[in-house]
């Protein structure tokens, strides 16, 4: 166990629907980043955020959007939903604000769209 | 463009037979080479982060390697839990992590 969590673990929702995926870090972590795992495209870097505000950015869709609140969770938001945005998305944390360190990734959430 | 590739895609080994996966990496400034374990259905397992070419690092039957081109990920005698994919992935001066393909490892008993 990590200690990152991500609610919830599966979801389901049609085309054109909006969603939106939580993620609690480690205890102490401030870094939050956000991934995407498809089976053509691997794991995918989205988003970073550093105690509140975006650090770096990847290749996230305009349609996808992320926030990290005071308390340290983040939530990322998918809107307009597509057939591929179909995903394992992940979320992870680390202790730094820079990515050149270990992260913990959570358990992930299973996005489907129909 | 910074870039990993991991091969093999898939390995299969018998227990006890040592082997290697390798990632080669493009990249404009490494900050740092990752080498991650992924289970079926769960998230990645942080396995070692080497820095410099010429480092190594050990955990249990896991040595990875540097080299200013690649990274190599040796396993000894490896036992059927050592079954998984492992993620190769490069941090770049932009402050992204990019991840390779992974190669998924299958040892039988």
């Known amino acids: 166990d990590s200690g990152v969590t991500q609610t919830p673990k599966h979801l389901i929702t049609a085309t054109g629907q909006r969603v939106t995926l939580r993620c609690s870090p480690r205890?102490?972590?401030?870094?939050v980043y956000w991934y995407q795992q498809s089976l053509d495209q691997g794991l995918q870097f989205l988003i970073q955020?550093?105690?509140?505000?975006?650090?770096a950015k990847g290749n996230i869709l305009e349609r996808f959007s992320a926030q990290q609140f005071p308390d340290l969770h983040s939530e990322l938001n998918l809107s307009s939903l597509e057939l591929g945005d179909s995903a394992l998305y992940f979320c992870?944390?680390?202790?730094?604000?820079?990515?050149?360190?270990?992260?913990?990734f959570g358990p992930g959430t299973r996005l489907t769209v129909t | 463009e910074d870039q990993v590739t991991q091969s093999p895609e898939a390995l299969r080994l018998q227990e006890g037979e040592s082997s290697s996966l390798n990632c080669s990496y493009t990249?404009?400034?490494?900050?740092?080479l990752f080498w991650y374990r992924q289970d079926p259905g769960k998230g990645p397992e942080f396995l070692f982060t080497?820095?410099?070419a010429g480092e190594e690092k050990e955990k249990e039957r896991l040595k990875a390697t540097l080299t200013k081109k690649e990274s190599f990920l040796h396993i000894t005698a490896p036992k059927p839990e050592d079954s998984a994919t492992y993620l190769c992935?490069?941090?770049?001066?932009?402050?992204?992590?990019?991840f390779g393909q992974g190669t998924e490892l299958s040892v039988k008993p």
């Open positions: 992870a944390s680390s202790p730094q604000g820079t990515g050149g360190h270990e992260q913990y």
């Open positions: 955020y550093y105690n509140g505000e975006e650090r």
């Open positions: 205890s102490g972590d401030l870094s």
């Open positions: 992935a490069l941090y770049n001066q932009g402050g992204k992590l990019i």
């Open positions: 990249v404009s400034g490494l900050r740092g």
């Open positions: 080497l820095y410099s």
